[in-house]
């Protein structure tokens, strides 16, 4: 049996922000509690939500409906996992009284793949924190509403860093909302300073459409990439460039 997602509910409602976080295959939610402490501590208003993956036993969760797919069985049980999970976040909004652009999902490797396919269904987030993920194809069009983080150790054994810089350029070719960070030193794991960037990316970049409402020219963007150094405590990136 599917375990019922972990919540973690505001101290003070109403709710401002919903956090959907994806963990990655072959593990459960405590994966990334790392990460839901970042996150609570700079979005007190905000609901938290760790599903469960679907597939698998105990603690070697999957996402996706087979284990060890080809590349091609892969792309389309990334979209079907896309799929389900649309229609749970799409419950979650109206629980809590909540729009897309109010929703971050969050994903590490299997978990980001499918956060990345489901930003793809119009209207039903704003922000994606896609941690050391594998992509199985280079993307053919860029999500209508929704600014992506990419965010990667550059020593990644399992999801190397050349692919997220193909998908990153391929995304600003595209115009897409998308910013880039790779950690020196950093395997496939979520390290602090990925998580520490990835909260700064939140708090600081304006997406792209935005400025087009304000400044009226559809031009007027920054693509985005930055090296992060896994040993500081100031990692770059706290400027708003979108």
Same mark, same amino acid.
């Given at each position: 049996?599917? $375990?019922? $997602?972990?919540? /973690?509910?505001?101290a003070v409602p109403p709710a401002a922000q919903l956090f959907v976080l994806l963990h990655g295959e072959s593990a459960d939610p405590a994966q990334l509690l790392n990460v839901v402490a970042a996150i609570r501590q @700079?979005? =007190? ?7 469960? &993956? ?8 999957? %996402? ?16 079907? @996992? ?8 799409? &419950? %979650? ?9 109010? *929703?971050? /999902?969050?994903?590490f490797s299997e978990g980001a793949a499918v956060a990345l396919e489901a930003c793809s269904i119009p209207g039903l987030a704003g922000r994606a924190l896609l941690f050391s993920t594998r992509f199985a194809t280079l993307?053919? =069009?860029?999500?209508?509403? *929704? *600014? ?31 910013? +880039?960070?790779?950690? =020196?030193?950093?395997? #496939?794991?979520? #390290? ?9 990316? +939140?708090? *600081?970049?304006?997406? +792209?459409?935005? %400025? ?25 990136? =706290?400027?708003? +460039? #979108?």
């Amino acid at each position: 049996m599917r $375990p019922e $997602p972990l919540l /973690i509910l505001p101290a003070v409602p109403p709710a401002a922000q919903l956090f959907v976080l994806l963990h990655g295959e072959s593990a459960d939610p405590a994966q990334l509690l790392n990460v839901v402490a970042a996150i609570r501590q @700079a979005f =007190s208003s905000a609901v938290i939500i760790q599903p469960y &993956a679907p597939f698998g036993d105990q603690e070697e969760r999957r %996402w996706i409906a087979q284990a060890a797919p080809d590349a091609e069985s892969y792309v389309q049980l990334v979209a079907d @996992a896309a799929a389900s999970l649309a229609g749970e976040i799409r &419950a %979650w909004q109206r629980q809590y009284g909540l729009r897309g652009e109010q *929703t971050a /999902i969050v994903g590490f490797s299997e978990g980001a793949a499918v956060a990345l396919e489901a930003c793809s269904i119009p209207g039903l987030a704003g922000r994606a924190l896609l941690f050391s993920t594998r992509f199985a194809t280079l993307p053919e =069009s860029a999500p209508p509403a *929704t *600014t992506l983080h990419l965010l990667h150790g550059a020593q990644d054994p399992v999801a190397p860093a050349d692919q997220a810089r193909q998908v990153h350029a391929r995304f600003a070719d595209l115009n897409a909302d998308v910013t +880039l960070d790779i950690a =020196s030193g950093v395997g #496939h794991h979520l #390290h602090a300073a990925l998580i520490q960037q990835a909260i700064v990316r +939140l708090q *600081t970049c304006v997406p +792209l459409r935005s %400025w087009e409402a304000a400044m009226g020219a559809p031009d007027a963007r920054v693509d985005e990439y930055s090296a992060v150094d896994p040993d500081s405590k100031n990692p770059p990136g =706290s400027r708003t +460039l #979108h």
